[in-house]
């Protein structure tokens, strides 16, 4: 589903973001991704998201590689992978609905059908009875959701979240832990970059990637990417 | 209404005053070639009215004989390019000139002797009035001794057609800086859009729309604002047109429909050409 084949990522003026990493989450497969800031997760994310490309290595998701779809394509990747942030990245000024249905519209939901879609995937986070409020009037945890219906509204095969509790409680955090476990159970490969080492001990079951400093230092599964 | 739609109409509201700046442009850059097209059409159809006329006209000698008339009308109609040839009289002559110049029946009245000579009128087949073709038969026909003068009138058609290239240049030239303008005009506006909607346009790409798609509200923008640009710039030629004909009171007809229709067309394509040259970059820079 998801595989990164000895990684770098280097920018110009930074250095090094990502050396040489190599790891692989397969489908239906729940893994944290952890490390202080400035560790390379959110890079991580990006490069898998294909908002960025590797300096040197693979990225592969969902069939498509880093190294052969075209910027034109990215489309297609974009739609398998749903992306969560920690900032919830919602649009200012519009319902908590709107939000989803923009999604759903931009790409190609019939305008019919935009309404009840929005309305499920709302309900499908829990958060069905607040879909007519403004965003700014709903609670960071609620935001979160809107977030988290968002990235649904495609039916993606992955979903990547960057901190996505990072500006939330700890019941709020844990609320949107349990809806990716949820997720997960019904079959979706979920990758959740975090700092927070708490919120992974809740769940010791789930797989835990950590990186220091651009490298893989600790992969909880053991396997080790071997490189071709 | 569908997405594109609604933004692109969306954007007029966000920034008036730069649409409306950039549809302006648009409108004196088509303004510019409205006017040629006024100035053009009216000549072309003096253009054409007058290579109508044109006829190689030979002024006989008092002294010319019959016979060497009908030899001469025979010889002349035998040239290819030649329609028919026509003997004028000097006692035709002077009854045109009364009828044509009715303000000068006196003089005519009081005259002793005819002034006025005999003729042959040497008309052209249509398309055979080029100047080698008319300056071949007047030489053709001042060879006969008995020829006094050959006039044609080609040397005063010539000027207009080359008026008509100047006003071709002028027009061109004028209008290619207006155009400039407006397509930097139109990119500012775009730029602006762009920066506006920054947050939808990266949550678009976030989810997977298309980039057409993204693009598509843009190009529509930059459409609109052409074909507003088209429509003012025919505004602005009829009213230069009214004026022309009512205030000066000098008659000038009015540009064919076709060519209004291909104006206006042509300003909804420039808006679009100058949007989509300029919204991949802007795009870009969000990113």
């Given amino acids: 589903m998801i595989q990164l084949t000895r990684v770098s990522k280097e920018y110009p003026r930074r250095g090094p973001a990502l050396t040489d990493v190599s790891f692989r989450v397969a489908k239906g497969e729940f893994a944290f991704l952890t490390g202080h800031s400035g560790s390379g997760k959110s890079t991580t994310l990006r490069l898998i998201h294909m908002a ?14 880093s190294e052969h ?15 969560v942030f920690q900032d919830f990245r919602l649009l200012p000024g519009r319902t908590a609905l709107e939000n989803v249905a923009f999604a759903l519209e931009v790409t190609g939901t019939p305008r019919k059908l935009l309404g009840p879609r929005a309305q499920r995937l709302l309900a499908q986070v829990g958060l069905a009875p607040k879909s007519g409020a403004l965003v700014h009037e709903l609670s960071g945890g609620e935001q979160q959701r809107v977030g988290v219906a968002r990235a649904l509204a495609n039916e993606p095969v992955v979903l990547l979240a960057d901190e996505p509790t990072g500006n939330l409680d700890e019941r709020a955090s844990r609320g949107i832990l349990d809806l990716f476990l949820e997720l997960n159970a019904a079959g979706m490969a979920v990758l959740m970059a975090t700092h927070d080492l708490e919120l992974v001990r809740t769940h010791p079951r789930a797989r835990v990637l950590e990186l220091d400093q651009g490298r893989l230092v600790f992969d909880s599964t053991g396997r080790r990417e071997e490189a071709p | 209404m569908s997405y594109a739609l609604r933004e692109a109409l969306a954007a007029f509201r966000r920034a008036p005053v730069l649409t409306g700046l950039a549809s302006a442009m648009v409108g004196m850059a088509l303004l510019v070639l409205g006017l040629f097209g006024l100035v053009a059409y009216n000549l072309q159809r003096s253009l054409a009215d007058l290579e ?21 009308v025979a010889r002349l109609r035998e040239i290819p390019q030649v329609q028919g040839v026509q003997y ?9 000139a009364r009828e044509e110049f009715p303000d000068f029946h006196s003089v005519y009245a009081d005259l002793e002797t005819n002034p ?7 008309s052209l087949l249509d398309g055979a009035r080029s100047q080698e073709a008319v300056e071949s038969i007047a030489e053709a026909a001042a060879a006969f001794p008995f020829v006094e003068e050959v006039t044609y009138g080609r040397e005063w058609v010539q000027p207009l057609f080359t008026l008509r290239r100047v006003a071709l240049v002028a027009a061109a030239v004028v209008g290619a800086v207006f155009a400039l303008v407006a397509a930097l005009i139109i990119g ?19 989810v997977g729309a298309r980039d057409g798609f993204i693009r598509r509200p843009f190009l529509l923008e930059g459409a609109f604002a052409g074909l507003l640009g088209g429509l003012l710039a025919v505004a602005l030629t009829g009213a230069v047109h009214w004026g022309v004909n009512v205030l000066l009171d000098f008659r000038v007809a009015w540009i064919p ?13 420039f808006g679009l050409i100058a949007s989509a040259l300029s919204v991949r970059r802007h795009l870009r820079e969000v990113a």
Wanted: glycine residues 6%; hydrophobic residues 45%; proline residues 4%.
């Fill in chain 1, 69 to 83: 779809t075209s910027p034109r394509d990215l489309w297609k990747v974009r739609r398998r992978v749903g992306f």
């Fill in chain 2, 116 to 122: 006025l000579p005999a003729s042959l009128e040497v």
């Fill in chain 2, 188 to 206: 500012t506006a775009l730029r602006i859009a762009i920066f506006a909607r920054r947050d939808e346009i990266y949550i678009m790409r976030l």
């Fill in chain 2, 52 to 72: 109508e006329r044109v006829e190689v006209v030979a002024y006989l000698r008092d002294d010319v004989r019959t016979d060497q008339i009908e030899t001469t």
């Fill in chain 2, 88 to 96: 004028v009289t000097k006692e035709r002559a002077l009854e045109r």
């Fill in chain 2, 257 to 269: 429909l076709p060519w209004i229709v291909a104006g206006v067309a042509g300003g909804m394509a």
């Fill in chain 1, 52 to 65: 960025e490309r590797p300096t040197y290595g693979e990225v592969r998701v969902s069939g498509f590689s």
